[in-house]
Each structure stands twice: as C-alpha cells, then as structure tokens.
C-alpha cells in the first residue's frame, strides 16, 4: 500500500495564479481532510470530508475549496492564490469510526509558496 | 470546543537523558489524546493515542505518555533520548463530530551529542 500521497511536492506561485493539490489514498478511508501547517501554529484544518461527494469547512477554509468526487481522491483548490496561502500543506485520511482503532494517516505534504 | 496547549516550544536535552514534553488540554467531554512526530520535511507519524483505556499508554521508540484527568494532561515521555528524536512533537485532541484533530503548537526537540 502507498497509503496517502500528494501531489506536487513542491510549487511556486505567483498572487491571484491558481492551482489544484491531489491527495490521495489507497486505504478505503472514508474521511480524508486538509491541514496547513504554518510555524508556532501547529496543523489547522481547512476542509474535510466525510465521504464520497460530501465536503465540510473546517477551521481556515476561506481561499481554498475542495472536491471529493471518488472516495480516494481529495483535490484542494486555490482560486486566486495569495502570499499569506504560503504554507506546507498537509492531507490525511481515517476511517469513519472513534474509539481505539482511530487513527489520522498523514501524507508527506506540499512546500507552497506563493510570491 | 476543546484545545491544546504545549508548554513549551522548544526543548534541549543531552543524548541519553530524560525527555519531558508537556500538554495541557481542554475537552468538553472524555476526550481521545494523541502524540504525533515530525521529523524535519516529512509528515507526520502517530506516536501513541490515549482512547479511555489505560491511563498509562506506551508507544513506538520507547515513548510513553500519562493521561492525568484530574490536571487535564497528557505529557510525553522518554528515559533516554536519542539523536534520532529530534524533531517536532505535536499533542492532539480529537473532537467527537466529524472526526477532527485539533493540533498544539507543537515543541521542538534538540538533542546535544
């Protein structure tokens, strides 16, 4: 298994440029989500979704939007990109049910920086 | 709504000393804990999870944290750190709806040779 992976790795963008980040997984997970990661600030959630064709906004969702169109794959979209989008983003993914089982897989991320 | 607070942002320890990483969280209702790790340019990888069984859980590279109800903490634990640990740690909370995370700041682990 690849379990979760993102594509690109790295990008470079220049104000109001727009531009998609693919994640995906290959664990049948029914929930799979967006984080940035931004220096002191820890990973903040922007949109997450609770299965196929189903999005919610998390706590940061302004700028971005997002799909889920197939149960692996989870697309973050910047429209109009800004240099305060600048980050490294983070996808993850879990299966639906709490308890002792729960747990977040990560993918490795996405450098954006946006000039 | 609940959140976290990792008390200190960075920590240096001597190779082969002790490592204390502490949080502090705030939950609305018996919370599930996690410590996750970062080593630099990489993701992020699930250390150990506190999910209402033993207060005591141990994880993987011989770390282990305590979920003490009454101070509201999960601190983080090791006897001997190694070079490898350095890194970030992240304490997280996970809230009942949707399944979501909510991250401290995270603290940032040297360790001196």
């Known amino acids: 298994n690849a379990g979760v992976t993102q594509t690109p790795k790295f990008r470079v963008l220049k104000t109001g440029q727009s531009m998609t980040l693919l994640c995906a997984q290959d664990?049948?997970?029914?929930?799979m989500y967006w984080y940035r990661q931004d220096p002191g600030m820890g990973l903040r959630l922007i949109h997450y979704s609770v299965g196929e064709g189903t999005t919610a906004k998390g706590e940061v969702p302004d700028g971005y939007n997002v799909s889920r169109l197939k149960k692996q794959n989870f697309l973050l979209g910047l429209e109009s990109a800004a240099p305060s989008q600048t980050s490294v983003y983070f996808c993850?993914?879990?299966?639906?049910?709490?308890?002792?089982?729960?747990?977040?897989?990560f993918g490795p991320g996405t450098r954006l920086t946006v000039t | 709504a609940q959140s976290v607070t990792q008390l200190d942002s960075h920590v240096s320890v001597s190779e082969g000393t002790p490592v204390l990483l502490r949080c502090n969280y705030s939950s609305s209702y018996s919370p599930s804990l996690f410590w996750y790790v970062q080593h630099p340019n990489k993701g992020l990888q699930l250390l150990l999870k506190?999910?209402?069984?033993?207060?005591l859980v141990k994880g993987i590279n011989g770390f282990e944290a305590e979920f003490k109800k009454s101070e509201t903490s999960f601190h983080l634990t090791k006897p001997s750190a190694h070079m490898s640990d350095a890194a970030e740690y992240f304490c997280v909370v996970l809230a009942a709806a949707g399944n979501k995370l909510t991250f401290g700041g995270g603290t940032r682990v040297l360790v001196k040779p």
């Open positions: 993850a993914s879990s299966f639906s049910r709490t308890g002792s089982s729960y747990e977040q897989y």
């Open positions: 506190y999910t209402s069984a033993a207060t």
């Open positions: 664990m049948n997970h029914e929930y």
